[in-house]
């Protein structure tokens, strides 16, 4: 199990100045005080947020236990005041330009400097920049930002919108515990609660801010366009200026670009004729291919990147402005063509080749936005997507536009990323002054994200195409307008404002859409679920989860999944009471929002699984686990099928399935959720679980409804692996040994192969009535080594299979290398979802596994001794007495 640490924000009084721009960086501590004076003398953090300050200024508890979310609710609905004094030198005072720029303010302030206001915000994604030449002095001057309650705001904006007409929802479900409102701000839209988090509606400054002074200019974006010219990559460098209005710019621009073999130089000059206040840099240059590696998605190749310089000097060589990036070289597209059979295919193309897309949702790195910087959690979440095969997440737009360091790890580690802009599950309000900000938005997080080589689409908006045409929220009475609305913010604003600014990669107007074929019916589809054309989103609380047979076949999955408990142990650092950890108590129901959830989870796990009596002391244990094996089962399931389809199609034209994308990656506290790595960043069943089916070989099996079992192979690879060879052996649950085994010869190819089907008669078996029996998948290549993940599969349900209380043990520990450990483990008899878990960071080479013989060896990989994992690891499987 893996800790987070604490973000730890430095807490000095940051002052630097950088060249002859002069930048005085104002983070550090601040006063802080309640508008009305309630609340004094209290330390506040920038970069931060009031939630954090007020937990270490002992106002209030730890807001991640209990239920201290609505218990300091009270803070979101005062004002609050940041403020503090710094010295300005000569330095920087002899400037003609001076601004005061705050890289992300949440959300609403009037910003104050000595005494005179200079701006207001109300929205958290944008980047103010306040002209305050007017009012900084020599010497001393003192700062105050005075932030309203967001709660307040977004009931003023929402009653002044119904005088109209109500832009839908009007609220959350009750089992939210949240606020109301939130889609009439520009704010984090979860920060007001969602079906898997808790509302803090968070102020504060959670980025930089600082002032700067030039005479000349300030670079404050570059963005690269590169294009493939046949033996030479075309760069189309923009870099957008801040110029001195008092000034024409002149100077010289030099570009500095890093190769394999070598730095190439470009420069010019910029002799600018008209005083205007920003200015568009527009570069062309080519360099032949085989200067470059190219980047690839995680699987694919490694991940090189390039460093760019944009740096330029003033005329007079008195002032320097320096950009710097790192690019990957790589051609995205995303394939929408017309098939012969029905509708359109949906694919990613990474440099020509056709990219499976593997990987999951990604919700908030934090429900408080200062804390989402946090660079270890986020390097943590990223290579546990990158250690299970991932090569994609999405960004989903109920967060925010996660920070500059995310989307530079994901160039890194190969994580393409599917980015939302912030609209989700909701109407939203088209009037002039949404709209402009809105526009302010877009531009600015696509200049800043543009060059990152991992970003790999841009989407509109969340679910609000489907919220619109499948009524959620009653928008049918007066649909015409609602339409207006959603082409006038996400066509006509979003989209061309998205593309304006870039137009080097694909752009989605919703998700889940018809892609291509939306656009063609104006953007609004019949059915933005439709199988044949663009993406889906899929959940299903009714069915069972382990049937395959119930999922759609669809051209991309972009969100698919089930719910789950976090671990005992999680939930016992949201409270120390141990009448908490009951399914069914007051802390447990506050905790699960989203409505039946218990019993969706519970209908699930029944399907196929026999829970203990709801009484026995032993239920919430066997719930917490077994909810986890369901969750884990029926993902796998599902995704394998999604695998399945990858390259063929049904006789309606379903099928050519290219993008899995499980709901959802992470959490944002202890709770019931879709997550599969919980708060405290264990890997739930379902992580452990996505290493195999996200392999780049797999073996799997469609248990069709007939009981007709087609085994398929499917592989990533761009090389074949020839004369590999594929056993099957059956077993009773009650024996170890095999009662038939079958093996073939196959050559595995790229793609999604069917290479045996059998038909699962019991009789004709030899299945023990009582025991059932299970299937077991073994692919190995000519030098008999494992090319994929051995796998199952369980045609009948558990519940029904008399699996016995088998006794699993830890026989022994060994260190292998320093941070790599062995553990052989025996058992009695066949052990079904054996689990180990210990609290020590590090994570097991496999878990959650079918014991099919007595003696097995799992690794440990991690920072530990023999002893300290002797004595911290625990072993348990589905009929642990501990479940009876
Ligand atoms: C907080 O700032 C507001 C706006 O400037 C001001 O009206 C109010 O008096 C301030 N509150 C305190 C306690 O200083
Ligand atoms: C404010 O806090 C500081 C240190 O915490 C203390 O020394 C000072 O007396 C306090 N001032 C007031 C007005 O309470
Ligand atoms: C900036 O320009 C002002 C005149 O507008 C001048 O007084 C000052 O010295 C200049 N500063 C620098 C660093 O060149
Ligand atoms: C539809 O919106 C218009 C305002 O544009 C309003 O006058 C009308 O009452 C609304 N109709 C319904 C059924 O809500
Ligand atoms: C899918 O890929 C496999 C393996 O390369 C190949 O055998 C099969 O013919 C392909 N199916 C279709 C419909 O192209
Ligand atoms: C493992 O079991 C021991 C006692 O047997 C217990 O103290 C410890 O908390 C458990 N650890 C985990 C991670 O479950
Ligand atoms: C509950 O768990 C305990 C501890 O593992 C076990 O001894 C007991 O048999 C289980 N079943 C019941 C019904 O208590």
Redesign the pocket.
Same mark, same amino acid.
């Given at each position: 199990m893996v800790k987070f640490c604490a973000l730890i924000l430095n807490t000095l009084l940051q002052i630097s100045y950088i060249n002859?721009l $002069?930048r005085l960086i104002l983070n550090g501590y601040w006063n802080l005080e309640d508008s009305n004076a309630k609340y004094t003398n209290l330390t506040g953090t920038i970069p931060g947020g009031i939630y954090t300050d007020l937990q270490n200024s002992n106002v209030i508890n730890n807001i991640f236990v209990g239920s201290n979310d609505v218990d300091t609710r009270w803070v979101s609905k005062l004002n609050w005041n940041y403020s503090r004094c710094f010295e300005v030198n000569e330095?920087l005072f002899?400037?003609?330009q001076i601004y005061l720029v705050f890289e992300g303010i949440d959300t609403f302030a009037e910003v104050l400097v000595n005494g005179q206001t200079v701006g207001t915000t109300n929205n958290m994604f944008v980047r103010y920049e306040f002209d305050v030449k007017d009012q900084i002095e020599f010497g001393k001057n003192c700062i105050l930002v005075h932030f309203k309650s967001p709660v307040e705001r977004a009931d003023f904006f929402a009653k002044r919108q119904d005088k109209y007409y109500s832009v839908l929802p009007k609220c959350v479900p009750n089992e939210y515990h949240g606020e109301c409102h939130v889609n009439h701000i520009r704010k984090m839209q979860a920060s007001f609660s969602w079906d898997w988090g808790p509302a803090f509606p968070s102020m504060g400054i959670w980025k930089m801010v600082y002032l700067e002074a030039y005479?000349h200019t300030i670079i404050k974006d570059v963005t690269v366009k590169i294009e493939d010219l046949g033996d030479k990559w075309m760069f189309n460098l923009k870099t957008y200026m801040q110029l001195n209005k008092?000034k024409c710019l002149s100077g010289s621009l030099l570009i500095k670009l890093s190769t394999d073999f070598e730095t190439i130089e470009y420069m010019h000059e910029i002799n600018q004729k008209d005083k205007i206040q920003e200015f568009e840099d527009h570069r062309q240059f080519q360099i032949r291919k085989e200067k470059f590696t190219l980047w690839w998605p995680n699987g694919y190749g490694e991940q090189k990147l390039y460093k760019l310089k944009v740096q330029f000097v003033s005329s007079?060589n $008195?002032?320097t402005t320096i950009k710097r990036l790192r690019v990957g070289i790589r051609k995205i597209e995303l394939v929408q063509e017309r098939l012969a059979e029905e509708g359109f295919n949906f694919f990613f193309k990474v440099n020509d080749i056709p990219i499976f897309a593997k990987g999951t949702n990604m919700i908030p790195i934090s429900i408080l936005p200062e804390l989402g910087q946090d660079i270890k959690k986020i390097r943590y979440l990223l290579q546990s997507c990158k250690d299970v095969h991932m090569n994609m997440i999405r960004i989903w737009g109920g967060g925010v536009y996660e920070s500059d360091e995310l989307y530079s790890v994901a160039d890194e580690m190969g994580i393409l990323i599917w980015q939302d802009f912030m609209f989700a599950c909701s109407m939203y309000p088209t009037n002039e002054e949404f709209l402009n900000t809105v526009k302010m938005e877009v531009q600015q997080q696509i200049r800043r994200l543009q060059h990152h080589a991992s970003i790999a689409i841009w989407a509109g908006n969340n679910e609000n195409e489907a919220a619109l045409v499948q009524n959620w929220y009653g928008t049918d009475a007066n649909f015409t307008l609602y339409k207006k609305d959603y082409i006038k913010l996400y066509v006509d604003t979003v989209r061309s404002v998205a593309l304006m600014n870039d137009d080097s990669r694909p752009f989605l107007v919703s998700s889940p859409t018809n892609g291509i074929k939306s656009e063609e019916s104006g953007f609004i589809a019949k059915n933005p679920q439709d199988q044949l054309n663009g993406d889906v989103h899929y959940y299903n609380y009714v069915m069972d989860g382990w049937d395959q047979n119930i999922y759609p076949v669809a051209r991309f999955v972009s969100e698919y999944g089930y719910q789950s408990m976090p671990f005992l142990e999680s939930l016992l650092k949201a409270t120390n009471d141990n009448t908490d950890i009951i399914i069914g108590s007051k802390f447990m129901e506050h905790r699960q929002h989203s409505p039946g959830g218990f019993a969706t989870m519970q209908t699930l796990i029944s399907k196929r699984l026999q829970l203990p009596d709801q009484n026995s002391a032993n239920f919430t244990k066997a719930f917490i686990f077994y909810s986890q094996i369901s969750q884990a089962m029926s993902i796998k399931i599902e995704t394998e099928y999604y695998r399945q389809w990858q390259n063929k199609t049904n006789s309606v034209g379903k099928g050519n399935t290219m993008g899995a994308l499980y709901w959802q990656l992470n959490d944002v506290w202890a709770a019931p959720s879709w997550s599969g790595i919980d708060f405290y960043g264990n890997w739930k069943m379902l992580h452990y679980y996505a290493k195999d089916f996200f392999a780049p070989v797999i073996v799997t099996a469609h248990v069709l409804v007939n009981r007709e079992i087609n085994v398929y192979i499917i592989s990533d690879l761009l090389h074949p692996v020839y004369d590999a060879k594929l056993t099957m052996y059956t077993y009773n649950w009650n024996s170890f040994n095999p009662i038939a085994s079958v093996s073939r010869s196959v050559d595995v190819l790229h793609g999604s192969q069917l290479v045996y089907s059998f038909w699962y008669d019991k009789s004709k078996l030899q299945c023990d009535a009582r025991t059932n029996c299970f299937i077991y998948f073994i692919l190995k290549n000519n030098k008999d080594e494992l090319i994929a993940p051995v796998n199952f599969v369980l045609p009948d349900a558990l519940k029904t299979s008399n699996i016995e209380h088998a006794n699993v043990r830890i026989r022994s520990i060994n260190q292998v290398t320093a941070e790599k450990f062995s553990i052989q483990i025996e058992t009695n008899a066949i052990a079904a979802f054996v689990w180990l878990q210990t609290d020590i960071q590090g994570s097991f080479s496999r878990n959650g596994f079918i014991m099919v013989d007595k003696i097995c060896e799992v690794f440990f990989i991690g920072s530990t001794t023999v002893h300290e994992l002797k004595t911290s690891i625990n072993i348990t499987h589905l009929k642990h007495l501990d479940y009876a």
């Amino acid at each position: 199990m893996v800790k987070f640490c604490a973000l730890i924000l430095n807490t000095l009084l940051q002052i630097s100045y950088i060249n002859s721009l $002069q930048r005085l960086i104002l983070n550090g501590y601040w006063n802080l005080e309640d508008s009305n004076a309630k609340y004094t003398n209290l330390t506040g953090t920038i970069p931060g947020g009031i939630y954090t300050d007020l937990q270490n200024s002992n106002v209030i508890n730890n807001i991640f236990v209990g239920s201290n979310d609505v218990d300091t609710r009270w803070v979101s609905k005062l004002n609050w005041n940041y403020s503090r004094c710094f010295e300005v030198n000569e330095k920087l005072f002899y400037h003609d330009q001076i601004y005061l720029v705050f890289e992300g303010i949440d959300t609403f302030a009037e910003v104050l400097v000595n005494g005179q206001t200079v701006g207001t915000t109300n929205n958290m994604f944008v980047r103010y920049e306040f002209d305050v030449k007017d009012q900084i002095e020599f010497g001393k001057n003192c700062i105050l930002v005075h932030f309203k309650s967001p709660v307040e705001r977004a009931d003023f904006f929402a009653k002044r919108q119904d005088k109209y007409y109500s832009v839908l929802p009007k609220c959350v479900p009750n089992e939210y515990h949240g606020e109301c409102h939130v889609n009439h701000i520009r704010k984090m839209q979860a920060s007001f609660s969602w079906d898997w988090g808790p509302a803090f509606p968070s102020m504060g400054i959670w980025k930089m801010v600082y002032l700067e002074a030039y005479n000349h200019t300030i670079i404050k974006d570059v963005t690269v366009k590169i294009e493939d010219l046949g033996d030479k990559w075309m760069f189309n460098l923009k870099t957008y200026m801040q110029l001195n209005k008092l000034k024409c710019l002149s100077g010289s621009l030099l570009i500095k670009l890093s190769t394999d073999f070598e730095t190439i130089e470009y420069m010019h000059e910029i002799n600018q004729k008209d005083k205007i206040q920003e200015f568009e840099d527009h570069r062309q240059f080519q360099i032949r291919k085989e200067k470059f590696t190219l980047w690839w998605p995680n699987g694919y190749g490694e991940q090189k990147l390039y460093k760019l310089k944009v740096q330029f000097v003033s005329s007079d060589n $008195q002032e320097t402005t320096i950009k710097r990036l790192r690019v990957g070289i790589r051609k995205i597209e995303l394939v929408q063509e017309r098939l012969a059979e029905e509708g359109f295919n949906f694919f990613f193309k990474v440099n020509d080749i056709p990219i499976f897309a593997k990987g999951t949702n990604m919700i908030p790195i934090s429900i408080l936005p200062e804390l989402g910087q946090d660079i270890k959690k986020i390097r943590y979440l990223l290579q546990s997507c990158k250690d299970v095969h991932m090569n994609m997440i999405r960004i989903w737009g109920g967060g925010v536009y996660e920070s500059d360091e995310l989307y530079s790890v994901a160039d890194e580690m190969g994580i393409l990323i599917w980015q939302d802009f912030m609209f989700a599950c909701s109407m939203y309000p088209t009037n002039e002054e949404f709209l402009n900000t809105v526009k302010m938005e877009v531009q600015q997080q696509i200049r800043r994200l543009q060059h990152h080589a991992s970003i790999a689409i841009w989407a509109g908006n969340n679910e609000n195409e489907a919220a619109l045409v499948q009524n959620w929220y009653g928008t049918d009475a007066n649909f015409t307008l609602y339409k207006k609305d959603y082409i006038k913010l996400y066509v006509d604003t979003v989209r061309s404002v998205a593309l304006m600014n870039d137009d080097s990669r694909p752009f989605l107007v919703s998700s889940p859409t018809n892609g291509i074929k939306s656009e063609e019916s104006g953007f609004i589809a019949k059915n933005p679920q439709d199988q044949l054309n663009g993406d889906v989103h899929y959940y299903n609380y009714v069915m069972d989860g382990w049937d395959q047979n119930i999922y759609p076949v669809a051209r991309f999955v972009s969100e698919y999944g089930y719910q789950s408990m976090p671990f005992l142990e999680s939930l016992l650092k949201a409270t120390n009471d141990n009448t908490d950890i009951i399914i069914g108590s007051k802390f447990m129901e506050h905790r699960q929002h989203s409505p039946g959830g218990f019993a969706t989870m519970q209908t699930l796990i029944s399907k196929r699984l026999q829970l203990p009596d709801q009484n026995s002391a032993n239920f919430t244990k066997a719930f917490i686990f077994y909810s986890q094996i369901s969750q884990a089962m029926s993902i796998k399931i599902e995704t394998e099928y999604y695998r399945q389809w990858q390259n063929k199609t049904n006789s309606v034209g379903k099928g050519n399935t290219m993008g899995a994308l499980y709901w959802q990656l992470n959490d944002v506290w202890a709770a019931p959720s879709w997550s599969g790595i919980d708060f405290y960043g264990n890997w739930k069943m379902l992580h452990y679980y996505a290493k195999d089916f996200f392999a780049p070989v797999i073996v799997t099996a469609h248990v069709l409804v007939n009981r007709e079992i087609n085994v398929y192979i499917i592989s990533d690879l761009l090389h074949p692996v020839y004369d590999a060879k594929l056993t099957m052996y059956t077993y009773n649950w009650n024996s170890f040994n095999p009662i038939a085994s079958v093996s073939r010869s196959v050559d595995v190819l790229h793609g999604s192969q069917l290479v045996y089907s059998f038909w699962y008669d019991k009789s004709k078996l030899q299945c023990d009535a009582r025991t059932n029996c299970f299937i077991y998948f073994i692919l190995k290549n000519n030098k008999d080594e494992l090319i994929a993940p051995v796998n199952f599969v369980l045609p009948d349900a558990l519940k029904t299979s008399n699996i016995e209380h088998a006794n699993v043990r830890i026989r022994s520990i060994n260190q292998v290398t320093a941070e790599k450990f062995s553990i052989q483990i025996e058992t009695n008899a066949i052990a079904a979802f054996v689990w180990l878990q210990t609290d020590i960071q590090g994570s097991f080479s496999r878990n959650g596994f079918i014991m099919v013989d007595k003696i097995c060896e799992v690794f440990f990989i991690g920072s530990t001794t023999v002893h300290e994992l002797k004595t911290s690891i625990n072993i348990t499987h589905l009929k642990h007495l501990d479940y009876a």
